[in-house]
């Protein structure tokens, strides 16, 4: 069987780790596979097809930038792009974020439309049934938003400072990504499947398969655990670990320097991964910075090293962070934020109101202290349901169906 992934990155954050990851599984298991991406470099070792150039992503930037129509660039690149698809000749195509500044949605899905291929959508966030940004809340009825509540949102990913377009892209995404002849959307959460069955993608079948993580990598490890705790000067502290790719305050970024002024800084030391200089000087000294890291070596080691791991998040879908502490064996305390409280249970971390600060901090102390059967079950959590032999084979699986040949 022949795969083809297409994501706006492959070397970057967590959907860059599932791509290569769903890759690897597939060439074990005898299949071919090929990843088409748009932003970054590539990954040696992988089959890749390169998407467009910097300047070519720099002009969509300022097209969605200037008239609120992301994805309505990228022309040539997605002409490119549909010339290699011709060449590789897949039997399934694996949509991921087609979103970035990387690709013509129209060219695309007009290409898509013609063919047989089946098509398997796996939705990172809620871009595809949005007229702009790729997380939205609902309706206070429970409804999808179908026009712009104010312009506020425009400052939102994809950030616009023209008119917004609302209603027109999404009158032209439903009538584009319900052209398809056979598709699946996947969501990585019960709760985005929830969200995405309310919308025109409802014509087609939408199932949750859980993002899964390599528990040989993410593991308890506590090799490196004394020498970075050393580093960050906490040793006798309690670590409270955060990460993210980027850092904003929808990640959660201003309730960490509110929680720094609460927690006493003899006790407790707070670590955020994902920093950059900018951010770093926004930040109070006492919080150690580290900056982004792709490497899961890194990342393993300092999920170790900490005590508890906090995703104070306002908008997401399901954090694969969140597993990867939970492999090392660190608990979780997550904002009641989309599918995040989908990672844990009453074992293995604590789900929390957004921006509550009494709970936040009663949960970091219970949670603080890690000891083994708390590890323990933090690991058997992952291995139960986020083993990723285990969920990627819900592809395989999936792809067959799609192709009659269970």
């Known amino acids: 069987m022949k795969v083809l992934q297409i994501n706006s990155v492959i070397d970057f954050g967590s959907t860059g780790r599932i791509c290569r990851d769903l890759y690897d599984f597939l060439e074990e298991n005898g299949h071919e596979c090929v990843i088409a991406y748009g932003r970054g470099k590539s990954t040696p070792g992988y089959k890749t097809i390169k998407i467009g150039s910097k300047i070519d992503q720099a002009l969509h930037g300022v097209y969605s930038r200037l008239f609120d129509r992301h994805g309505f660039a990228s022309r040539q690149a997605t002409r490119q792009l549909i010339e290699e698809i011709e060449e590789f000749d897949p039997d399934i195509i694996h949509l991921h974020n087609i979103h970035g500044y990387y690709l013509n949605i129209e060219i695309l899905f007009n290409y898509l439309s013609t063919k047989d291929t089946p098509v398997v959508w796996l939705l990172h966030d809620q871009w595809s049934i949005s007229g702009h940004s790729a997380n939205f809340n609902l309706n206070d009825d429970g409804t999808l938003p179908t026009s712009l509540k104010n312009r506020d949102e425009l400052k939102n990913y994809p950030k616009t400072v023209g008119f917004g377009q609302f209603k027109k892209n999404l009158r032209d995404k439903e009538k584009l990504f319900t052209s398809i002849k056979n598709m699946t959307n996947v969501t990585p959460s019960h709760w985005l499947e929830s969200i995405v069955s309310k919308s025109f993608l409802n014509k087609y079948p939408i199932m949750t398969i859980y993002n899964g993580v390599n528990t040989d990598i993410f593991k308890i490890d506590f090799n490196k655990s004394n020498y970075l ?23 959660g970024l201003d ?25 770093k000087n926004k930040l109070p000294r006492d919080i150690v910075t580290i900056e982004r890291t792709n490497s899961v070596e890194e990342l393993k080691d300092i999920y170790n090293a900490s005590d508890v791991f906090v995703n104070p998040t306002y908008f997401d879908n399901f954090p694969t962070v969140n597993i990867e502490a939970l492999a090392c064996g660190t608990p979780v305390i997550t904002y009641d934020t989309g599918g995040s409280g989908e990672s844990i ?27 083994p059967a708390v590890k323990k079950n933090c690991r058997r959590r992952v ?22 040949l269970n």
Do not use: C, H
Not at 255 to 273: E, T
Not at 389 to 402: A, G
């Open 229 to 251: 705790r050393k580093q960050w000067n906490s040793e006798q502290k309690i670590v409270i670990l955060g990460v993210a790719s980027i850092w904003d305050p929808r990640k």
């Open 383 to 404: 291995l139960e349901k986020f083993n990723k032999e285990k969920n990627y084979k819900q592809y395989l699986n999936l792809y067959k169906e799609r192709l009659n």
């Open 255 to 279: 309730d960490f320097i509110k929680l720094s002024q609460l927690l006493s800084p003899a006790d407790y030391q707070i670590v955020l991964v994902g920093s950059d200089p900018q951010i």
């Open 345 to 371: 249970n009453e074992n293995t971390g604590t789900i929390v109101d957004q921006g509550n600060f009494d709970m936040l901090l009663n949960a970091i102390e219970k949670w603080g202290g890690k000891v």
